[in-house]
């Protein structure tokens, strides 16, 4: 059977960055302006790719303005500076042209929490897959119940979307709190591992849908508190993972768990899915 090839799946499409921040010491935004319609769902990833330089998962953030959905023409990427490619993406200037496949994957289970409280758990760059979420149910506010995020950092130069966080404090029914492992004299928040906020949060297991996004021991503990310590049921657990991406579209195997291929399966997984592979007790 011939091979079909879907330009912008197979085929990266040109697209022109629009606007770049620094976020951190080693994180920055760039916003990218897509010619025609280009719509997602929370917690879908793109392919970035440079040509001669390589090409890498990016997960898809919410460009200012925007709902959660890319309905504002604009999206965009964050990301941390830890190898090649993303070197290379950090040095280009507003105006450069990069290639650009996607979107890609199963994301966040937005629609189907509809009418449930949210509980959103991130460490680090997790909140970067988590926060076109946030977009989302603040823009259809009536539609869900209340939404807590929890998100940890190390250190405190490590928080980045300082201004969307205040503007999803600000929000009705919401609320945000933060944690870091190592205070400085400045921080007056949480201290401590994410995972401690569980002790100040009031949740309804029976209502409550969790999302959550960082690094696997944290989701693992994340997943196991809910689980064991709240008695929240398994299939309203959902956690996205990562791992090292080629073709994207379920073709090659390198992105496999177990049975499962994180770039067409997930990224986004039911603890279902995972419990196994995540040794979450009881799976
Ligand atoms: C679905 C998905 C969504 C992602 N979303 C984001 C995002 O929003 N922002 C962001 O900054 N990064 C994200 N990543 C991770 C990103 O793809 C890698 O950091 C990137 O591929 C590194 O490429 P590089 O060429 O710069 O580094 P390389 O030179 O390839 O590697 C540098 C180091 O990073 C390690 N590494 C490479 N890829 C990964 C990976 N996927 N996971 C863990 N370690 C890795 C390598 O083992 C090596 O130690 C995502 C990954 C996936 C699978
Ligand atoms: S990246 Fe090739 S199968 Fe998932």
């Not at 966040?108 to 988590?130: I, K, N, Q, T």
């Not at 928040?189 to 209502?207: A, K, M, S, W």
């Not at 956690?239 to 991406?245: A, D, H, I, K």
Request: some cysteine; charged content about 25%.
């Amino acid at each position: 059977m011939a091979e079909t090839f879907a330009e912008g799946l197979d085929l990266p499409r040109p697209v022109r960055i629009v606007a770049r921040r620094r976020e951190s010491e080693d994180v920055f935004s760039i916003v990218l302006e897509p010619e025609g319609p280009f719509r997602y769902v929370p917690g879908q990833f793109n392919m970035l790719a440079l040509p001669g330089v390589g090409e890498v998962a990016i997960s898809i953030a919410p460009a200012p303005g925007d709902d959660g959905t890319g309905a504002c023409g604009r999206i965009q990427h964050t990301i941390r500076i830890v190898g090649r490619v993303t070197r290379a993406l950090a040095a280009l200037p507003a105006g450069a042209v990069i290639g650009l496949r996607g979107p890609f994957g199963r994301g966040w289970p937005v629609a189907e929490a509809r009418g449930r409280d949210l509980v959103l758990v991130s460490g680090g760059l997790g909140l970067a897959p988590l926060s076109p979420v946030m977009e989302y149910v603040l823009a259809r506010r009536g539609d869900y119940g209340r939404v807590t995020l929890l998100h940890g950092i190390r250190r405190p130069g490590e928080l980045f979307f300082r201004d969307r966080i205040d503007r999803w404090r600000a929000a009705p029914g919401t609320e945000v709190l933060l944690a870091t492992d190592h205070a400085d004299a400045h921080w007056q928040e949480h201290v401590g591992v994410v995972t401690t906020l569980f002790d100040v949060v009031e949740l309804d297991p029976q209502r409550t849908v969790a999302m959550t996004c960082g690094p696997e021991p944290m989701m693992r503990f994340t997943a196991i508190h809910l689980l064991h310590k709240r008695g929240m049921a398994p299939e309203r657990i959902f956690l996205s993972e990562e791992r090292n991406m080629q073709c994207g579209v379920g073709r090659c195997g390198h992105c496999q768990i177990g049975p499962r291929f994180v770039c067409t399966d997930g990224p986004v997984f039911a603890l279902p899915e995972l419990g196994r592979y995540l040794k979450v007790e009881g799976f």
